[in-house]
Nanobody, 127 residues
Framework: QIQLVESGGGSVEAGGSLRLSCVVS????????MAWFRQAPGEVHEGVAA???????AYKDSVKGRFTISRDKAKNTLYLEMNNLKPEDTASYYC?????????????????????WGRGTLVTVSS
């Protein structure tokens, strides 16, 4: 059974940094596209950073230059390095996986169309 377990969330002040981790088990994760989505209170899920199975990456415009997605295949772990955090980054962050691409030139796959996701980890940024 596929499992995605996130960790690394917490409370930081604006300008601070956090690194989220997602340990993957139950399948050959190297063949899947992976991503981080987030959901702020009262908002819908939105894609933040994605890495397709071919290694290509994409970011939400508002996090470009601040967030970096990476994966360690030997550890079956996906990471999201978040720097210069802003109050508007406050949200629950979810690790997701899909056998197909998560982003294409036409745009991102929506949350409802994704195959697997974890339970999330909360990030709170205070001003």
């Amino acid at each position: 059974q596929i499992q995605l377990v996130e960790s690394g969330g917490g409370s930081v002040e604006a300008g601070g940094s956090l690194r989220l981790s997602c340990v993957v088990s139950g399948y050959d994760y190297s063949r899947y596209s992976m991503a981080w989505f987030r959901q702020a209170p009262g908002e819908v899920h939105e894609g933040v950073a994605a890495m397709n199975a071919d290694g290509s990456t994409a970011y939400k415009d508002s996090v470009k230059g601040r967030f970096t997605i990476s994966r360690d295949k030997a550890k079956n772990t996906l990471y999201l390095e978040m720097n210069n955090l802003k109050p508007e980054d406050t949200a629950s962050y979810y690790c997701v996986a899909d056998p197909g691409p998560i982003f294409t030139p036409m745009g991102w796959v929506e949350w409802a169309g994704l195959d697997e996701w974890g339970r999330g980890t909360l990030v709170t940024v205070s001003s």
